[in-house]
T-cell receptor, first 118, second 114 residues
């Protein structure tokens, strides 16, 4: 069965420092991978996604993620964190692309809460 | 209104009450979703609708009853809930029920069952 593991529940970084959030997935086929961000009181917003091709993908707000098949990982990175990046981050894997049924659904990790120190 | 809206934003209900959550998407999408977000648990998909037809029901208790009267509106009818049903309920929409289409989320309804 597909699953997503985010090993870090809570991370604190200083403003201006670099950030890496870890994500490991379990999926039998080529995965469709996503990172979402949830600010307090808000719904989830898509940061970036990987379907195929270049394993380093760029997203919004200066984030990037690298797909490593050998490690079953899709870690999220940002070179310099801003205070406004404080939020909860969710990694997700998609189950397929055929229309209907469970083929279009996402499996989410438990999330990593990011705090930013001034 | 733009994007995906949800009402109410907060709801407190007793175990014997009946209430409904409403979701509306202004994006022209064909697919809509209900998710449950509980503390310390992954986001759980509850229901999926494609063009008003339910295509997924992830073993959700019958005390949750979804309704999709058209592709822009989605309801979640609640009755005789349990305290463990307290959670943030998120609605989302996408162009189609295909994983390559981005899901757009509403801000959620924070439900407390007393």
């Amino acid at each position: 069965a597909q699953s997503v593991t985010q090993p870090d529940i809570h991370i604190t970084v200083s403003e201006g420092a670099s950030l890496e959030l870890r994500c490991n997935y379990s999926y039998g086929a080529t995965p469709y991978l996503f990172w979402y961000v949830q600010s307090p009181g808000q719904g989830l917003q898509l940061l970036l996604k990987y379907f195929s091709g270049d394993t380093l993908v760029q997203g919004i707000k200066g984030f990037e993620a690298e797909f490593k098949r050998s490690q079953s990982s899709f870690n999220l990175r940002k070179p310099s964190v801003h205070w406004s990046d404080a939020a909860e981050y969710f990694c997700a894997v998609g189950r397929g692309i055929r229309k209907g049924g469970s083929q279009g659904n996402l499996i989410f990790g438990k999330g990593t809460k990011l705090s930013v120190k001034p | 209104e733009t994007g995906v809206t949800q009402t109410p934003r907060h709801l407190v209900m007793g175990m014997t009450n009946k209430k409904s959550l409403k979701c509306e998407q202004h994006l022209g999408h064909n697919a809509m979703y209900w998710y449950k977000q509980s503390a310390k648990k992954p986001l759980e998909l509850m229901f999926v609708y494609s063009l008003e037809e339910r295509v997924e029901n992830n073993s959700v208790p019958s005390r949750f009853s979804p309704e999709c009267p058209n592709s822009s509106h989605l309801f979640l009818h609640l009755h005789t809930l349990q305290p463990e049903d307290s959670a943030l309920y998120l609605c989302a929409s996408s162009q189609e029920v295909v994983v390559t289409y981005e899901q757009y989320f509403g801000p959620g309804t924070r439900l407390t069952v007393t």
